[in-house]
T-cell receptor, first 110, second 109 residues
C-alpha cells in the first residue's frame, strides 16, 4: 500500500525557476494539504483541499499555487522560486483524525 | 504568539528514565489534539490522539487540560528507539492541523 507518494525527494532550483512538486495518495482521502518545515518553526500550512475541485490557502500561501483535479493528486507549484522557499515540503492526506504524510521533498533554491 | 507552543529542548535522558513534554495552545475553539513523532529527516507520524480524560498507550500517557489549554506527553521507561522529535498538534473546526515546533528527545545508553 503506497499511502502518500511525493516526488521528487530532492531538488535544487535557481532563483526565478518554476517547478511542480507532485503528491499522490491511494487511500481515497478527501482532505489533502501541503506544509513546509523550516528549522525552529515547525510545519506550516501552505494550501489545502477538502475535495476535488476545491482548494484554499493556509498560513503561508504566497509564491505557491495548487490544483485538485482528481481525488488522488494534489500538486504544488512554485511560480518563481526564491531562496526563502528553501525548505522541506510535506504533502499529507487524511480522513478523520489521522494525517498521513509523504516522505518529503528537500528543496534548495540558490 | 504562536498558536501551539512547545519547549524545543533538547531533552537528553538516560535509558529507563521518565520524561514529560508540555504544550500550550492559544485557540480555545480547538477541537482535537495529537502528538506526532518525527524521526530525523523523515515524515511526521501519528503517535497518539489526546483526550480530555487522559489516555495511555503502553509507555506513553497523554493528558489534555482544556481549561488551561495545556497538553502533555509522558514517556516512561525510555528506550533508545524513543529518540525523535515530538510534535504537539491541534486541529480546529476547519480541519487544518496546527503544529508546534517540536521537542527533541535523545535517549542515551
Amino acid at each position: 500500500n503506497a499511502g502518500v507518494t511525493q516526488t521528487p525527494k530532492f531538488q535544487v532550483l535557481k532563483t526565478g525557476q518554476s517547478m511542480t512538486l507532485q503528491c499522490a495518495q491511494d487511500m481515497n482521502h478527501e482532505y489533502m494539504s501541503w506544509y513546509r518545515q523550516d528549522p525552529g518553526m515547525g510545519l506550516r500550512l501552505i494550501h489545502y483541499s477538502v475535495g476535488a475541485g476545491i482548494t484554499d490557502q493556509g498560513e503561508v500561501p504566497n509564491g505557491y499555487n495548487v490544483s485538485r483535479s482528481t481525488t488522488e493528486d494534489f500538486p504544488l507549484r512554485l511560480l518563481s522560486a526564491a531562496p526563502s522557499q528553501t525548505s522541506v515540503y510535506f504533502c499529507a492526506s487524511g480522513q478523520g483524525t489521522e494525517a498521513f504524510f509523504g516522505q518529503g521533498t528537500r528543496l534548495t533554491v540558490v | 504568539r504562536k498558536e501551539v507552543e512547545q519547549d524545543p529542548g533538547p531533552f537528553n535522558v538516560p535509558e529507563g528514565a521518565t520524561v514529560a513534554f508540555n504544550c500550550t495552545y492559544s485557540n480555545s475553539a480547538s477541537q482535537s489534539f495529537f502528538w506526532y513523532r518525527q524521526d530525523c529527516r523523515k515524515e511526521p507520524k501519528l503517535l497518539m490522539s489526546v483526550y480530555s480524560s487522559g489516555n495511555e498507550d503502553g509507555r506513553f500517557t497523554a493528558q489534555l487540560n482544556r481549561a488551561s489549554q495545556y497538553i502533555s506527553l509522558l514517556i516512561r521507561d525510555s528506550k533508545l528507539s524513543d529518540s525523535a522529535t515530538y510534535l504537539c498538534v491541534v486541529r480546529g473546526s476547519a480541519r487544518q492541523l496546527t503544529f508546534g515546533s517540536g521537542t527533541q528527545l535523545t535517549v542515551l545508553p
